[in-house]
């Protein structure tokens, strides 16, 4: 009884000491216009961590993992693969003003790692690297693949790695001080630790994403690739696995939640594809 009081007191201060933090050391504030979509969500950045910041730490992390690739003969293999990947970034990329100014003149780098995982990335910037195996093992179309890459430079723009590591900071500055005004052990701070991650930071990863996902989609259409196809790359996902629809319990939505939203948002970006394709 005692420890399972702890552990609710735990989560409640957690609440408590998380948001006077983030009032005390975090700024809100607006990374990107809302767009077409209308994702205007505010967000809280810690004070002390600025975008040069995130984006040096990026670059650094990211030219470190070009250095390994390339060590292992595994960066940009097919020529011919690379140069799909470009072509269709380097449409995308223009038509990010949209959402953020400053993109089109980010020193964006586009990469291809040979690699069997279901995964791509875009670093705090514009590093940006694709795994051979979702465009391989799925089969992408152009329009697939413009789905893959618009998802993940709309994390870049919205500066989702600053967020998140926003959110870390305080979290971890809350638990310290919860430890000390509950006077919780080893165990119980361990407990503690596990449901800030389930209650706080997993959920707001969920919302990053789906962020990312309709942010896309508008990038996508802007570029002149069916929005039709983020339906049918997220339809692929799912056969593939996914994530097993464990949604409560994962970062990411559901693939049927994701193709839920993205059919709803639709509408508003089928005039925008229409358009650029009469271009």
């Given at each position: 009884?005692?420890?399972?009081f702890?552990?609710?007191?735990?989560?409640?201060?957690?609440?408590?000491?998380l948001?006077?933090l983030?009032?005390?050391g975090?700024?809100?504030?607006?990374?990107?216009?809302?767009?077409?979509?209308?994702?205007?969500?505010?967000?809280?950045?810690?004070?002390?961590?600025?975008?040069?910041?995130?984006?040096?730490?990026?670059?650094?992390?990211?030219?470190?993992?070009?250095?390994?690739?390339?060590?292992?003969?595994?960066?940009?293999?097919?020529?011919?693969?690379?140069?799909?990947?470009?072509?269709?970034?380097a449409?995308?990329?223009?038509?990010?003003?949209?959402?953020?100014?400053?993109?089109?003149?980010?020193?964006?780098?586009v990469?291809?790692?040979?690699?069997?995982?279901?995964?791509?990335?875009?670093?705090?910037?514009?590093?940006?690297?694709?795994?051979?195996?979702?465009?391989?093992?799925?089969?992408?179309?152009?329009?697939?693949l413009?789905?893959?890459?618009?998802?993940?430079?709309?994390?870049?723009?919205?500066?989702?790695?600053?967020?998140?590591?926003?959110?870390?900071?305080?979290?971890?500055?809350?638990?310290?001080?919860?430890?000390?005004?509950?006077?919780l052990?080893?165990?119980?701070?361990?407990?503690?630790?596990?449901?800030?991650?389930?209650?706080?930071?997993?959920?707001?990863?969920r919302?990053?994403?789906?962020?990312?996902?309709?942010?896309?989609?508008?990038?996508?259409?802007?570029?002149?690739?069916?929005?039709?196809?983020?339906?049918?790359?997220?339809?692929?996902?799912?056969?593939?696995?996914?994530?097993?629809?464990?949604?409560?319990?994962?970062?990411?939505?559901?693939?049927?939640?994701?193709?839920?939203?993205?059919?709803?948002h639709?509408?508003?970006?089928?005039?925008?594809?229409?358009?650029?394709?009469?271009?």
């Amino acid at each position: 009884m005692k420890s399972t009081f702890l552990f609710v007191r735990a989560r409640q201060l957690s609440a408590t000491v998380l948001l006077s933090l983030c009032l005390a050391g975090c700024a809100s504030v607006s990374t990107t216009q809302s767009g077409s979509v209308g994702v205007a969500r505010q967000q809280r950045m810690m004070s002390g961590l600025s975008e040069s910041d995130v984006e040096a730490m990026s670059a650094k992390t990211y030219a470190a993992q070009l250095t390994e690739l390339r060590g292992k003969g595994k960066l940009n293999t097919d020529p011919a693969m690379t140069a799909r990947v470009r072509r269709v970034s380097a449409r995308l990329i223009r038509e990010t003003s949209v959402f953020r100014s400053d993109a089109a003149h980010w020193k964006w780098d586009v990469n291809v790692a040979e690699q069997a995982d279901l995964n791509a990335y875009a670093m705090a910037g514009g590093k940006v690297m694709v795994y051979s195996g979702i465009i391989k093992r799925l089969s992408l179309s152009d329009a697939e693949l413009a789905a893959v890459l618009g998802h993940e430079f709309s994390h870049a723009l919205r500066e989702h790695t600053r967020e998140g590591m926003s959110q870390a900071m305080a979290q971890q500055m809350g638990l310290e001080l919860i430890g000390m005004a509950a006077g919780l052990d080893g165990r119980q701070m361990t407990m503690a630790t596990k449901l800030a991650a389930l209650t706080l930071s997993m959920p707001h990863s969920r919302t990053m994403e789906s962020e990312a996902d309709i942010m896309g989609l508008e990038l996508m259409a802007r570029a002149g690739y069916d929005p039709n196809a983020a339906i049918s790359l997220w339809k692929k996902m799912q056969a593939q696995g996914d994530n097993g629809g464990l949604e409560y319990l994962s970062t990411h939505p559901s693939g049927s939640t994701r193709i839920q939203d993205l059919t709803a948002h639709l509408p508003q970006v089928m005039p925008l594809y229409r358009n650029a394709a009469k271009q």
